[in-house]
């Protein structure tokens, strides 16, 4: 019994496949909804820090990247202010479920983070389009957090990339 339950861990195990790790790095005092697109042929260039992927978001709070999009494996995901001077203060993710942190409401988070795979549909001139694969996610307090789902709903529609029009 034992030689199968090892068997059947190590085949649990082998299914789990690590995606990269992720270094998200925000403008200092930025809050606000951020949007990344992925596969964007002219967009940043892919960059990494430790083997990490590194996600540098605009002022506007908008990231177009070359990098794929990895939603199907596990990742461990750091998010950061950064300065002008490059000095970084992590942003921590904001867990409602998690009633072993004493989450503040003036404190700031990330939170909200949606993962959307390549859309498409059609134009109204009739032409078919696909759409970037994209993560949103909010950077802010928790306070009025309903408010803010609906406004980084709005922001991810108004920064989604067209790729690949047809």
Same mark, same amino acid.
């Given at each position: 019994m034992?030689?199968?339950?090892?068997?059947?861990?190590?085949?649990v195990s082998s299914? &789990?496949?690590?995606?990269?790790?992720?270094?998200t790095i925000i403008p200092a005092k930025y809050t606000g909804p951020i949007c990344i697109n992925f596969?964007?042929?002219?967009?940043?260039?892919?960059?990494?820090?430790?083997?990490?992927?590194?996600?540098?978001i605009g002022k506007?709070?908008?990231l177009n990247?070359?990098?794929? &999009?990895?939603?199907d494996k596990y990742q461990f995901n750091k998010y950061y202010y950064e300065d002008e001077n490059g000095k970084r203060q992590e942003i921590a993710f904001f867990d409602l479920y998690d009633k072993s942190k004493n989450n503040s409401k003036e404190s700031v988070y990330i939170f909200g983070e949606e993962h959307t795979g390549i859309g498409g549909g059609v134009d109204g001139n009739g032409k078919e389009f696909s759409t970037a694969p994209s993560i949103l996610f909010y950077v802010g307090s928790y306070e009025?957090?309903?408010?803010? &789902?609906?406004?980084?709903?709005?922001f991810g529609f108004k920064n989604q990339k067209i790729i690949d029009p047809k």
């Open positions: 034992k030689f199968y339950s090892l068997l059947l861990l190590i085949f299914c &789990a496949q690590n995606g990269e790790n992720t270094i596969k964007i042929k002219d967009g940043t260039p892919k960059e990494y820090e430790s083997k990490n992927r590194v996600y540098r506007d709070g908008v990247t070359q990098f794929e &999009a990895i939603f009025n957090i309903e408010k803010k &789902a609906n406004e980084q709903m709005q």
